[in-house]
C-alpha cells in the first residue's frame, strides 16, 4: 500500500478531471471513452501506486528511461526546496551557484569536454548542437559544411528541427514540411543485417562514408548518433563501429555528436554510453537522467575547441551563440542534478548497473529456450531488449497488436514494461526493460518472470 494517502484530493474526480482535460503524450484518446486514464500518485524506489491504489513494479523508469535513481527520493526534494527558497531563478548572461557548481562536477566524469550549455528537453539540447554546426559553417566555412547526417532507426527529439533528424521515419510523418541539410546515414543492427556480417561494425560504419563521399564532405558538419540506440530498437553498436566512425569524423573534419539523452548518467553501467567505447565526441548531449526526473533539465557539453570558435571577434554583433533557453536559468535543474550524481557515486549505482543488467540480460536469453517468439536479445547494463519475431527463421517482425498485448498481460501482473517504437511497422516489436539502477535481484527476476508468463499466455 501507499506510504501516505493522499488527504488533499478526491482521487475519482482526479481521474475524471484527468479523462475530461488532458491530453496524454503519444496516445490515441479514443479508448478513453470507455475506459478511465491511468493516473499514478505515488512512487517509492521502483514502486508507484495509481489513483485506484494498485501498486506496480515499474520496469521502465517513468515510461521513458527517466528516472535513474528512483522515486520517493527525499534528499534530492529538500535540496531542491533549499536552493528554491534561497534563488530559484536567473536566466541570460549569467550564471547561478548550482550552474556553475554541476559544471564542474559534469566536466569531471567527461575529460576532453569543457563546456556545458544548459535548457531544458533533450530535444532542446540536441537543437542547440545543431544550431552551434550551423553557425560554425557560416563563421568558418561559407556556410557550405552545414549538413547534418543522423542514423537511421536513431531518435533526437519532437520538435521539427530534431523530427528533420528522426530516424523513425513514421515520427515525422504528417509533420512536415522540414528544414533542410539533413541527411540519413544506414542503421547498423546486424541481426537485421543490410550487408554480409563479417566484420559487420566496419562494414556499417563504412557505410556513412559512402554517404559522406556521395554528399561531398565540405557540405557535412556533423554526425549525430545515439551511443546505444533506444527507440529505433535497443541498439549496441557491434565491435569494430565506433572507431571506425571516429575515424571518418576525422578524415573528413566532421563533428561527432553522441545523444546520451538515455544513455547519460549511468544507463549503460557507466557515467555516458559513449564511455564505454573509447570515442571522443565533439558534443554529448543528456536530459532525461540528469536529474531523473526531479527536475527539468538538459545540458548540451562540448569541447574548448569548439568554444573558442564562438569568441574569435568581440567587436562582431553576430560572433556569439545566439541563444537563451528561458527554463536553462532554473535552479531547479542543476541542483536536482547535484544530488543525483551524489547518489548514482555513493550508492554504488555504476555497479549495481553492470551486475543487474547482465543479469536481466542472462534472464531474457534463458526465456529464448522457452519461446521461440524471441528472435533476439541485446542490450547494456540496464537498457536491455528482446526482440519478437513471427519466426525465428524468416525473422518476420511481430506484428504490434500482439507485441501490445505481451505489454498488456505484463500490466495485468503489476509490472510496466515497454515496447519500442509503437509507431513504426516492423519496428514495433522489441521489449524494452530500463528499471531504475537501484534495481535488485529480486526485482529483476520479478520482472523477466512477468514476461515469461505473458510471453506464454500470448502466445503459448
Ligand atoms: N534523444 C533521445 C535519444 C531520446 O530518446 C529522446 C526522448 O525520448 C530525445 C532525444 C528527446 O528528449 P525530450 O523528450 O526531452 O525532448
Known sequence: TMTQTDTRNDLSAVVAADRAHVW???????PFETTDPRVYVEGKG?????????????????GVWTV??????????????????????????????????????????????????????????????????????HRHHGGKKSKILYRERDYHGTTIGTLATSGQKQRAEQYGPFPEG??????????????????????????????ILREGPETVGCLVLEPVTAGGGVIVPPEGYWPRVQEICRTYDILLHIDEVVCGLGRTGTWFGYQNFGIEPDFVTMAKGVA???????????????????????????????DISTFGGCTSGPVAALENMRIIEDEGLLENTKAMGARCLANLRDLMDRHPVIGDV?????????????????????????????????????????????????????????????????EIDRITGAIDAALTAVFG
Open 24 to 30: 496524454h503524450h503519444l496516445s490515441q484518446h479514443k
Open 46 to 62: 521502483l514502486t508507484l501506486w495509481d489513483a485506484t491504489g494498485r501498486e506496480f513494479l515499474d520496469a521502465v523508469s517513468g
Open 68 to 137: 535513474n535513481v528512483g522515486y520517493g527520493r527525499e534528499s534530492i526534494a529538500d535540496a531542491v526546496r533549499d536552493q528554491l527558497v534561497k534563488l530559484n531563478y536567473f536566466a541570460g548572461a549569467a550564471g547561478t551557484v548550482p550552474g556553475a557548481l554541476f559544471a564542474e562536477r559534469l566536466i569531471e566524469k567527461m575529460p576532453g569536454l569543457s563546456r556545458v550549455y544548459y535548457s531544458n528537453s533533450g530535444s532542446e539540447a540536441n537543437e542547440k548542437v545543431y544550431k552551434m554546426v550551423r553557425q560554425i559553417s
Open 182 to 211: 539533413f541527411v540519413e546515414v544506414p542503421h547498423c543492427l546486424e541481426y537485421r543485417a543490410q550487408w554480409d556480417t563479417a566484420g559487420y561494425g566496419r562494414r556499417a560504419a563504412d557505410a556513412i562514408e559512402e554517404v
Open 378 to 442: 541485446r542490450g547494456m547494463g540496464l537498457f536491455c531488449g528482446a526482440e519478437l519475431v513471427v519466426d525465428r527463421a524468416t525473422k518476420e517482425p511481430m506484428d504490434e497488436a500482439r507485441v501490445q498485448a505481451v505489454v498488456a498481460h505484463c500490466l495485468s501482473q503489476g509490472v510496466i514494461i515497454g515496447a519500442t517504437n509503437r509507431s513504426l511497422p516492423g519496428y514495433n516489436n522489441t521489449l524494452c526493460l530500463s528499471p531504475a539502477l537501484t534495481v535488485t535481484a529480486a
Open 292 to 322: 531523473s526526473g526531479y527536475a527539468a533539465i538538459a545540458c548540451t557539453v562540448t569541447t574548448e575547441a569548439v568554444f573558442d570558435l564562438f569568441k574569435d571577434d568581440a567587436a562582431d554583433p553576430l560572433g556569439h551563440f545566439r
